[in-house]
């Protein structure tokens, strides 16, 4: 295949199903997704009925595994990027929400350079310019804004592509090909063109409706823009700081979530621990139980290196287990059912336990005694017990899976619940089997290693030790904290990327509420000026211009909180121990908004305060 295929996920090698004996024969065992093209002309609903006809019909005729089996059709990219939509909606509505601002800002600006310069395109109307010529000018300069300002962003847009690319997880769909092409450069100049042209129409309508004679009898700083202006001014920082409450949130939220999700007990430790995935060749049972030595004579090797504490092994390391299936306790029945409860299957060597911290709550870890030519045991952990074993000691009982078999085995141990599909989720119910009892899932191992100091200072050692005993087995190095992290990894992408975008937004906010409030007192300082001579002080104007600024941020926070209210309850489903409408975030939303509002006004105020009266008043 080429090299950017990639189908599941990203495999590398494909091998026929009659290579292996993966157990197809099995109607209990639903390991598999059937894919399949539909021909031309039949929709996806008439595809899901026939096969809801098959479906019923496979349940009739097989009873015993079918009973409750049914069959949903998807489409191939639904599935892919099902996990991630929500997540890259949320990435374009942030987007969208930021440019809103920055033309918001924008508009903002050239309302205020038009209003500035009413004096100079009046004397311009005066000498014969029309009033088309200098609505198209004042379009034109905005333009070419648009067009430096479109080609610096392209450049760090594929400074910033790579960088999103580095920050996401690694199980997003189609990761690699992320990255700026032509439909992209092309819809960022038309959205950049398009949303200077919308928000540089304004200003320049403005200019339609000032009294050229008015403007050429004022000076250049009484100059206003009059009351439509004003209020359009208000409007776009009112809009603004309303939608920076929209997005800081949303970020509020999925920071409080994240940092919830950090702080849920796994029910084991992390903390320098080196995972040594091996895998060792095996073909039939007689191999894999002479692949197990493999493990068998490591593990002591490993247990003398200087600086280890302790060393297992598991078939899987712990947060990101992929096999499971149903079991049954004391006996079988006479029928196997699909209904069965359902618990996490895993395979490790004696010691593990105690070198990811997985507490022992009653009977006795795994030992050297359990081979595969002794008793078949087993060890569950309380979740099973509470499920199989409500108010019953579970020790001595016998439980079956159908890992490799259905053999009985005899409980002798209980461990604590470990959150093998994440923090985010429950624990499990999970049943551990030693290594040696079943040699054939025990042939590709993790190798865990505890070590007193930073795990990655063994590595070398650990390798040398498993090229010296076979040269033939390919080992993958990582530690636990890695691994862990990959379950946190879409929503600490998410939260980072909000909380950028959050970030911006309150920058440009901040930018908006300044610029308005440096013309707003650019505008009025005369009368503040005036003020002042008839007694006013510096802490009287600092107050008005203050109240002014709060007044703007308050009506803004109003409508923001209105807005996050209501969009922020797609949220739920990324959120963690956090509500949509939790009170302390939108108390730190309010809190931080008024303040970014009153920094941003601080500087204007404090030139305000410094009016000169006299001056101020030569231009009365």
Not at 126 to 155: F, H, P, Y
Not at 351 to 370: C, H, K, M, P
Not at 383 to 399: C, E, K, Y
Not at 584 to 596: D, E, H, M, S
Request: hydrophobic letters at 50%; proline letters at 5%.
């Amino acid at each position: 295949m080429p090299l950017g295929f990639r189908f599941p996920d990203k495999t590398d090698i494909w091998i026929p199903e009659d290579a292996f004996e993966l157990g197809s024969a099995s109607r209990s065992a639903h390991n598999y997704k059937v894919v399949g093209r539909l021909r031309t002309g039949v929709t996806l609903e008439q595809a899901q009925a026939q096969m809801k006809t098959i479906g019923a019909r496979l349940e009739q005729k097989y009873p015993d595994s079918n009973t409750g089996q049914g069959v949903a059709v998807t489409r191939l990219r639904d599935q892919m990027v099902s996990d991630f939509r929500l997540t890259l909606y949320l990435m374009l509505a942030a987007v969208g929400v930021v440019l809103l601002i920055a033309c918001a800002n924008l508009a903002n600006m050239l309302l205020a350079k038009a209003v500035g310069r009413a004096r100079e395109i009046a004397i311009r109307a005066a000498v014969g310019a029309g009033r088309v010529r200098i609505v198209r000018q004042l379009i034109t300069e905005s333009v070419v804004l648009a067009l430096v300002a479109g080609a610096l962003g392209v450049v760090l847009a594929f400074w910033g592509s790579r960088a999103l690319v580095a920050l996401a997880p690694a199980d997003v769909p189609r990761l690699a090909e992320a990255g700026i092409d032509g439909r992209v450069l092309l819809f960022a100049l038309s959205v950049s063109l398009a949303a200077s042209l919308l928000f540089g129409l304004a200003p320049a309508l403005q200019v339609l409706r000032a009294d050229l004679n008015t403007a050429l009898k004022q000076s250049v700083q009484r100059t206003g823009g009059g009351s439509l202006a004003d209020r359009m001014r208000q409007a776009l920082v009112v809009a603004e700081i309303a939608l920076s409450v929209i997005l800081v949130a949303g970020a509020g939220l999925l920071i409080k979530s994240f940092v919830a999700l950090q702080n849920v007990s796994l029910g084991f430790q992390t903390e320098r621990v080196l995972v040594v995935e091996a895998s060792v060749p095996a073909s039939d049972l007689e191999s894999a139980r002479h692949a197990t030595r493999f493990y068998k004579d490591l593990l002591p090797q490993l247990r003398a290196v200087p600086g280890v504490l302790s060393a297992g092994a598991i078939g899987v390391a712990p947060g990101n287990t992929r096999s499971d299936g149903g079991y049954y306790i004391d006996h079988l029945p006479a029928t196997f059912s699909v209904s069965a409860p359902n618990a996490v299957f895993s395979v490790l060597a004696p010691d593990t336990f105690a070198t990811v911290g997985i507490s022992l709550r009653g009977g006795r870890d795994f030992n050297e005694r359990d081979t595969f030519d002794a008793p078949f045991v087993a060890i569950i952990n309380e979740a099973l017990a509470r499920q199989a074993f409500p108010n019953q000691d579970p020790l001595g009982h016998s439980i079956f899976c159908g890992l490799d078999s259905m053999n009985p085995m005899k409980i002798v141990g209980i461990v604590g619940d470990t959150r093998q599909y994440g923090p985010a989720q429950e624990p499990s119910p999970e049943i551990y089997m030693p290594y040696e009892q079943h040699p054939q899932p025990a042939t590709d191992l993790s190798v865990l290693v505890r070590t007193s100091a930073q795990s990655a200072t063994i590595s070398p050692a650990v390798r040398e030790i498993i090229h010296d005993l076979s040269a033939e087995v390919p080992v993958k190095f990582t530690t636990m904290e890695a691994v862990t992290s990959e379950n946190v990894a879409a929503p600490r992408f998410r939260t980072l990327l909000l909380g950028i975008f959050a970030a911006l937004a309150m920058i440009l906010a901040l930018v908006g509420v300044y610029g308005v409030m440096s013309y707003v007192v650019g505008q009025r300082s005369n009368e503040i000026g005036l003020r002042m001579a008839l007694g006013a002080t510096q802490g009287d104007v600092l107050r008005l211009v203050l109240r002014q600024t709060l007044l703007l941020a308050g009506l803004g926070i109003v409508i923001g909180l209105a807005g996050a209210a209501a969009i922020t309850q797609f949220l739920t489903s990324m959120l963690f121990g956090v509500k949509p409408s939790d009170p302390t975030t939108y108390a730190a939303v309010i809190c931080l908004l008024v303040f970014v509002a009153l920094i941003a006004s601080y500087l204007p105020a404090r030139r305000a305060m410094r009016v000169d009266p006299m001056i101020a008043l030569r231009y009365e």
